[in-house]
């Protein structure tokens, strides 16, 4: 089992930055793929970037350009900075671990970006 911790978000104005980041309980060299997802109010939850064990990333058509997602696999921690913020990015953003055993979920970060 795969335990996640989320940190980084925040209230930011429109046009700015921030970054999350996801640590996790064991090493992610062995996580297939961790990826960060969000869900804002009345909304089902959505994809925003992944990358792969290899290092490989897919983002959201929303956030190209202006989200990077990046792991370092010492620290087990995956990192999405956030940049050019927009006030349609307000949501809860998570992490997820796909591993051979299933999906671990982390608790969520909040990311409100202000008009």
């Known amino acids: 089992q795969v335990q996640l911790v989320e940190s980084g978000g925040g209230l930011v104005q429109v046009g700015g930055s921030l970054t999350l980041s996801c640590t996790a309980s064991?090493?992610?060299?062995?996580?297939?793929?961790m990826g960060w997802y969000r869900q804002a109010p009345g909304k089902q939850r959505e994809v925003v970037a992944v990358?792969?064990?290899?290092?490989?990333?897919v983002y959201a058509g929303s956030v190209k350009g202006r989200f990077i997602i990046s792991r370092d696999n010492a620290k087990n921690t995956v990192h999405l900075q956030m940049n050019s913020l927009k006030p349609e990015d307000t949501a809860v953003y998570y992490c997820?671990?796909?591993?051979?055993?299933?999906?671990?979920w982390g608790q969520g970060t909040q990311v409100t970006v202000s008009s």
């Open positions: 997820k671990a796909g591993t051979i055993a299933g999906d671990f």
């Open positions: 064991s090493s992610i060299f062995s996580i297939n793929a």
């Open positions: 990358i792969t064990r290899g290092g490989s990333t």
